[in-house]
């Protein structure tokens, strides 16, 4: 443990004398070790995918789930992806140095803020890795050092993807140390990693609800959470029925295992009687086990080859990760809203109308990251948001809030220019 620790001590001085250098780092030097990366995540995938098979054949072995199993799996076209992202990235514009808000005062001086980095950033993460190039390429271009703690389960495609980016920017030019994984995979370096305020200035858990509660209960350092995601859809009265089937089944089963699917679906009892058949045949195909209330449980039952399950009070507020949904008939938007307000997650939120004014009230009334109308609630994401690609989902307000990029791991100091002025 005493040379784990002191593993996770120079790793973090490295990165936090890199932190310095990459504060003035060229965008041109970030962007060249971004493509790098692009490039080496391709040429590199046999290695890439084989060190994954190791830690995806002996987590299966281990009994994980399948919701977990799915975010281990790497694949060429999951690669890409990333690969694609990393370049979405380079070609964005650079948040650091940006000016905004100046203005001059009645005395002469000149304000302005300027954008700057945080500094080092704190990753802890579970069972996805790709997340090590997300965060890897966002810090980079935002001009911040990592250190990242993935688990376990991954640590063997953690290692390779950050050698991959190590090297790129080692061919780029960026200073030695901006990226930094720890091996050690001993839980008790967690909690040592939350102590070092002095050297991480911003710590960011993605993971199940249990990592997020121990980072944001015993950091030591501002955390930045979020990624429980308790997703509704609300189908209106004034639904049009083929949006609301196409909407449902695409927040539910495209990918059921990310935190931005659906986990409820509310509908108005007024297109109940209709909407229900229809979603529920959809959802059957793909294999989709609806937990329904009462009044769904009877509109469905007639309905052959459904998975039907009564929901009780647990199925309200569940993040599922699976092909799982719950179903509850409300009397009125109003219900809507408070069935939301009360087991929602604070992360994204849609409606499905054709009434504007229903639309405007669940878009102002709502009180999530993210809120939608007629839309689903899996573009919840950095890449679809245009940002290239997101260090996480933050559900709380201070200081990002939805996918975080490059501008969120960024903060601002003021610039006062004068000419000889003195406070009076």
């Given at each position: 443990?005493?040379?784990?620790?002191?593993?996770?001590?120079?790793?973090?001085?490295?990165a936090?004398?890199?932190?310095?250098?990459?504060?003035?780092?060229?965008?041109e030097?970030?962007?060249?070790?971004?493509?790098?990366?692009?490039?080496?995540?391709?040429?590199?995938?046999?290695?890439?995918?084989?060190?994954?098979?190791?830690?995806?054949?002996?987590?299966?072995?281990?009994g994980?789930s399948?919701?977990m199993?799915?975010?281990?799996?790497?694949?060429?076209?999951?690669?890409?992806?990333?690969?694609?992202?990393?370049?979405?990235?380079?070609?964005?514009?650079a948040?650091?140095?940006?000016?905004?808000e100046?203005?001059?005062l009645p005395?002469?001086?000149?304000?302005?803020?300027?954008?700057v980095?945080?500094?080092?950033?704190?990753?802890?993460?579970?069972?996805?890795?790709?997340?090590?190039?997300?965060?890897s390429?966002?810090?980079?271009?935002?001009?911040?050092?990592?250190?990242?703690?993935?688990?376990?389960?991954?640590?063997?495609?953690?290692?390779?993807?950050?050698?991959?980016?190590q090297?790129?920017c080692?061919?780029?030019?960026?200073?030695?140390?901006?990226?930094?994984?720890?091996?050690?995979?001993?839980?008790a370096?967690?909690?040592?990693m939350l102590?070092?305020?002095?050297?991480?200035?911003?710590?960011?858990?993605?993971?199940?609800?249990g990592?997020?509660?121990l980072?944001?209960?015993?950091?030591?350092?501002p955390?930045?959470?979020?990624?429980?995601?308790?997703?509704?859809?609300?189908?209106?009265?004034?639904?049009?029925?083929?949006?609301?089937?196409?909407?449902?089944?695409n927040?539910?089963?495209?990918?059921?295992?990310?935190?931005?699917?659906?986990?409820c679906?509310?509908?108005?009892?007024?297109?109940?009687?209709?909407?229900?058949?229809?979603?529920a045949?959809?959802?059957?195909?793909?294999?989709?086990?609806?937990?329904?209330?009462?009044?769904?449980?009877?509109?469905?039952?007639?309905?052959?080859?459904?998975?039907?399950?009564?929901?009780?009070?647990?199925?309200?507020?569940?993040?599922?990760?699976?092909?799982?949904?719950?179903?509850?008939?409300?009397?009125?938007?109003?219900e809507a809203?408070?069935?939301?307000?009360?087991?929602?997650?604070?992360?994204?939120e849609?409606?499905?109308?054709?009434d504007?004014?229903?639309?405007?009230?669940?878009?102002?009334?709502?009180?999530?990251?993210?809120v939608?109308?007629?839309?689903?609630?899996?573009?919840?994401d950095?890449?679809q948001f245009?940002?290239?690609?997101?260090?996480?989902?933050?559900?709380?307000?201070?200081?990002?809030r939805?996918?975080?990029?490059?501008?969120?791991?960024?903060?601002?100091?003021w610039?006062i220019?004068?000419?000889g002025?003195?406070?009076?």
């Amino acid at each position: 443990m005493k040379s784990a620790i002191k593993e996770l001590e120079e790793k973090g001085k490295a990165a936090k004398a890199a932190s310095r250098k990459l504060a003035f780092l060229s965008t041109e030097v970030k962007n060249k070790a971004l493509l790098n990366i692009a490039e080496a995540l391709i040429t590199k995938k046999d290695e890439i995918l084989a060190a994954n098979k190791i830690d995806y054949e002996e987590a299966k072995a281990s009994g994980m789930s399948e919701a977990m199993l799915d975010r281990l799996m790497l694949s060429p076209s999951r690669l890409e992806g990333i690969a694609q992202d990393t370049r979405t990235v380079a070609a964005l514009p650079a948040p650091v140095g940006e000016v905004f808000e100046m203005r001059t005062l009645p005395n002469g001086l000149q304000i302005s803020k300027r954008r700057v980095p945080l500094g080092v950033i704190g990753a802890i993460y579970e069972s996805r890795p790709n997340v090590t190039i997300d965060i890897s390429s966002l810090c980079l271009k935002s001009g911040n050092a990592v250190i990242l703690r993935g688990g376990k389960e991954a640590i063997n495609s953690n290692a390779a993807l950050a050698k991959v980016a190590q090297e790129a920017c080692d061919q780029a030019g960026v200073p030695q140390g901006a990226i930094q994984l720890i091996e050690s995979t001993e839980r008790a370096l967690v909690n040592h990693m939350l102590k070092m305020k002095g050297i991480i200035d911003l710590m960011i858990p993605r993971g199940g609800a249990g990592l997020i509660k121990l980072v944001s209960e015993n950091a030591a350092m501002p955390v930045l959470s979020g990624g429980i995601g308790v997703c509704h859809t609300y189908v209106d009265k004034n639904a049009d029925l083929n949006k609301a089937v196409a909407i449902a089944y695409n927040a539910k089963v495209q990918r059921p295992t990310v935190c931005n699917a659906l986990d409820c679906i509310l509908v108005h009892n007024q297109i109940a009687q209709a909407y229900l058949p229809s979603i529920a045949k959809e959802w059957a195909k793909a294999g989709v086990e609806m937990h329904c209330d009462e009044q769904a449980l009877t509109i469905l039952k007639p309905v052959p080859s459904l998975k039907l399950v009564p929901a009780t009070d647990e199925d309200w507020g569940k993040e599922y990760l699976s092909l799982k949904a719950a179903i509850k008939v409300v009397d009125s938007l109003d219900e809507a809203l408070e069935h939301i307000e009360k087991y929602g997650s604070g992360h994204s939120e849609a409606i499905v109308t054709e009434d504007h004014s229903a639309a405007t009230r669940f878009l102002n009334e709502v009180d999530a990251a993210c809120v939608y109308a007629n839309a689903s609630t899996r573009f919840t994401d950095g890449s679809q948001f245009g940002l290239g690609a997101e260090i996480g989902i933050s559900t709380q307000k201070f200081h990002a809030r939805g996918p975080m990029a490059l501008k969120e791991l960024t903060s601002y100091k003021w610039i006062i220019q004068g000419t000889g002025q003195v406070r009076p």
